[in-house]
């Protein structure tokens, strides 16, 4: 007799059923076990791509902000070469307007103008001699008191001012506004 013989059926058929349950587990553990190992790569690729893009992005970002960063070192550089060629005028014109000052203070430069040729003499006008250098022949000049040259002076050094100061605010504005 063989061994299949001598156990009973409902044994037989329990012991297949056991059989039969092994291995189906054992392969659904199998199968869990390789769909765990091929998402885990998937998974694992997803990350490092991931990394990979947000290292560029970083990259990019750092670049760009370089960029910038060089761009407002230069407009910097600019405005400070610009800021100093204005000083540069306005101590240029002060030191001017303060000789000129100083010359008419001394009486070395007389301030005069032009009278209107229809008015009449004796008005304490002068008639100014023909000199070679002279662009003006025989017109009547008056010269001016020394407190009102000095007024003069002081107000065409206000202007001189607010002309440079104006060029230079036009040409920071310009400097700004213009992308480079």
């Not at 007799?1 to 392969?27: A, D, H, Q």
């Not at 694992?44 to 070192?73: D, F, G, M, P, V």
């Not at 010359?103 to 008015?119: I, K, M, P, Q």
Request: aromatic share 4%.
């Amino acid at each position: 007799m063989r061994l299949g013989e001598m156990i009973p059926v409902p044994y037989r058929l329990f012991g297949k059923v056991v059989l039969l349950t092994t291995l189906v587990g054992g392969s659904a553990a199998i199968t869990w076990q390789v769909q765990d190992w091929r998402y885990g790569k998937q998974l694992a690729e997803q990350a490092r791509l991931h990394t990979e893009a947000l290292n560029q992005l970083a990259l990019a970002s750092a670049a760009q902000q370089r960029a910038e960063q060089n761009k407002r070192l230069a407009l910097e550089q600019r405005l400070t070469t610009s800021e100093q060629t204005h000083y540069r005028a306005l101590s240029d014109v002060q030191r001017d307007q303060d000789r000129l000052r100083d010359r008419l203070a001394t009486a070395d430069l007389r301030l005069s103008v032009l009278l209107d040729a229809t008015t009449g003499g004796g008005n304490g006008s002068m008639p100014t001699p023909t000199t070679t250098g002279s662009v003006v022949h025989g017109t009547t000049r008056a010269e001016l008191d020394p407190a009102h040259a000095q007024r003069i002076i002081g107000v065409t050094n206000d202007g001189d001012r607010g002309l440079i100061a104006l060029a230079a605010c036009q040409a920071y504005a310009k400097e700004v506004s213009t992308p480079k």
